[in-house]
């Protein structure tokens, strides 16, 4: 329990209705409250057939209620009759089914509309692994307009299946990632977003929040850029190396990388301008172990080698 309505919490369940399929599954009894602290969960296996995650928070109009889970069911499995309030996605990795009578398959996105109605049926020879999303509040409504403007068919090819997986598992495995747990679940529902929406609505979805994210991992480049790289940005930020870059990208209208190296040439000109430094050492400051590596990227950047630059623009006599 974290504060007066929310609540978030990490549910495993055993594979016995996989030999029995007309029992539900049980709870492992492993059952975690975030409160704060960081919490190991155990490696993800195949043993498992469900791994869930709930964010509940009345409180907040947006989405109210967030699910995220992966799936693998068993041969046959239905789900009959269902209807929710949530938006479901369900991002297929392997294996099809049907989806109200329509097949699907890997590769695919599907998504239920809130308060649809639901029949669906996994292969009876190649059952589906899918990583799921469900966002309830006012966010549901609006992302399900979005959708059905792509679509006709409630099917969406997908991006990238083996990240969607592996952000998957980020958020189930570190769920002490952060301390403001709301600030969390918006980055989950945001990023899973990018594997199904084109280039021009993911754009539309970066908040003020994230812009932030942004100009604090460039105060952070210029703070460290002798040992900066894409993966600790993302890192700092709890965000996916993939989701990050194109946060990053469409914010600075430069890759991570491109701003870092940008970084790296206009701090080396600065010294050479302003300092007797050698070669050597402005290399050693931006973190590079030999002068080549400076002078490539420099002369390409502005024409000139760093010697002929410091002799051009030296202040330094």
């Known amino acids: 329990m974290y504060g007066k309505n929310l609540y978030y919490s990490v549910y495993y369940y055993t594979p016995s209705f996989i030999a029995i399929p007309q029992r539900k599954a049980d709870d492992l009894s492993l059952q975690l409250h975030y409160d704060g602290k960081p919490v190991v969960v155990p490696e993800i ?28 069911v068993y041969p046959g499995y239905i789900i009959k009759n269902r209807c929710n309030s949530s938006l479901t ?34 292969d009876k020879d190649d059952p589906w692994h899918s990583v799921w999303l469900t966002v309830n509040g006012n966010l549901a409504k609006t992302l399900t307009e979005r959708l059905d403007k792509l679509t006709n068919n409630q099917r969406l090819p997908l991006q990238s299946p083996e990240s969607i997986l592996r952000l998957a598992n980020i958020y189930l495995r570190d769920i002490g990632l952060v301390h403001n747990i709301a600030e969390l679940m918006e980055q989950v529902v945001r990023q899973f977003l990018t594997f199904i929406l084109p280039e021009e609505e993911e754009n539309s979805t970066i908040s003020p929040r994230l812009r932030m994210i942004i100009d604090q991992s460039i105060d952070y480049i210029r703070d460290n850029i002798n040992t900066v790289n894409v993966q600790t940005l993302a890192y700092r930020a709890h965000l996916d190396t993939r989701y990050f870059t194109k946060v990053f990208t469409s914010v600075t ?43 490539i990227p420099f002369k390409k950047r502005f024409g000139l080698t760093p010697p002929d630059y410091r002799i051009k623009y030296g202040q330094v006599k």
């Not at 991570?256 to 790296?264: D, N, V, Y």
Request: hydrophobic content about 35%; proline content about 3%.
């Open 253 to 295: 209208n430069l890759s991570p990388q491109e701003f870092i190296m940008k970084t790296k040439m206009k701090i080396a000109a600065q010294y050479l301008i302003s300092t007797d430094y050698s070669i050597e050492q402005i290399a050693e400051i931006l973190g590079y172990n030999h002068r080549n590596c400076l002078s």
């Open 45 to 72: 296996t195949n043993d498992y057939c469900c791994q869930k995650l709930m964010y509940w928070n009345e409180d907040n109009s947006d989405f109210q209620i967030v699910n995220l889970g992966i799936d693998r």
């Open 89 to 122: 996605l369900n991002f297929i990795l392997s294996g099809k089914g049907t989806f109200n009578g329509e097949p699907f398959e890997a590769g695919q996105c599907y998504y239920v509309r809130p308060r649809q109605l639901q029949y669906i049926e996994a």
